[in-house]
């Protein structure tokens, strides 16, 4: 049976620059298939449906989680934010790897599921260059910025739980430190797979 594909999850608190290095991720390699999410809120100025993410209602959003359609979902700043189950099992099952870029809690929520996924948490400089980070983006208010701030404290919490941390400090390292992870992980599974052809004897070859 060919051997399924790995499904790597980059998360972080708000404002760290998940989206940022993901992009630049995907503009250098194309050996990783981003799952694009489904959400329920406006798209924003050059945003395509089905590229940046699948725009949907509240409710048919709500017939998809009803409907056992994603694999996690969460409530981030009113809106839902989902990621749709068939893609990602079709996908790891032709053998390729997955990409998931999502918020904390939708990411612990996989873990549950999916624990054979390789966690990753991208973790700021500094608090002080976290909070620069979310008001230099513009779209939030001070008091949504001192609650991103709380709840990005609270996110950091949660590092314990992943497998690696990446400091993104430059977006260029961010996303080479991620790269030799994704080769880590594949070197890992190699090695397994060799040193299971061999405890079975050499008529597998
Ligand atoms: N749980 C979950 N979070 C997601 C998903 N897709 C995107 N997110 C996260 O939702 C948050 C808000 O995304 P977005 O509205 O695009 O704003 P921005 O990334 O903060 O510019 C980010 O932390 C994303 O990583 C998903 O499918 N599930
Ligand atoms: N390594 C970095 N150095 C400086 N600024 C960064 C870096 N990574 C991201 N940013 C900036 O920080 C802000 C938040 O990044 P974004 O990707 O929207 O974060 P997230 O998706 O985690 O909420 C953006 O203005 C982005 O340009």
Redesign the pocket.
């Known amino acids: 049976m060919e051997e399924k594909g790995i499904l790597f999850i980059?998360?972080?608190?708000?404002?760290v620059g998940?989206?940022t290095v993901?992009k630049q991720l995907f503009e250098e390699d194309s050996d990783l298939q981003y799952?694009i999410?489904?959400?329920t809120?406006a798209p924003?100025e050059g945003e395509q449906d089905g590229t940046?993410?699948f725009f949907k209602s509240r409710e048919q959003f709500e017939n998809m989680i009803e409907n056992d359609e994603?694999i996690?979902?969460?409530e981030?700043?009113g809106?839902y934010?989902?990621?749709?189950k068939q893609y990602v099992e079709d996908t790891l099952n032709q053998g390729k790897d997955v990409f998931?870029?999502?918020?904390?809690?939708?990411?612990m929520?996989?873990r549950e599921s999916l624990p054979e996924g390789v966690f990753i948490f991208l973790f700021p400089p500094s608090l002080e260059e976290l909070k620069n980070r979310i008001m230099h983006?513009g779209?939030e208010s001070e008091e949504l910025i001192r609650n991103r701030l709380l709840e990005a404290k609270k996110e950091i919490d949660m590092m314990d739980a992943y497998d690696y941390v990446v400091v993104n400090d430059e977006i260029e390292r961010a996303v080479r430190r991620i790269q030799s992870i994704v080769v880590s992980e594949h070197c890992k599974r190699e090695r397994v797979a060799k040193q299971y052809k061999k405890a079975l004897g050499s008529d597998l070859s």
Do not use: F, H, M
Not at 10 to 15: A, I, M
Not at 100 to 107: F, H, N, R, S
């Open positions: 980059l998360s972080g608190p708000s404002g998940k989206g993901r799952s999410s489904v959400t809120r924003r940046d993410y994603l996690e979902y969460a981030y700043v809106n934010y989902g990621t749709p998931l870029e999502i918020e904390v809690q939708g990411a929520k996989v983006r779209t």
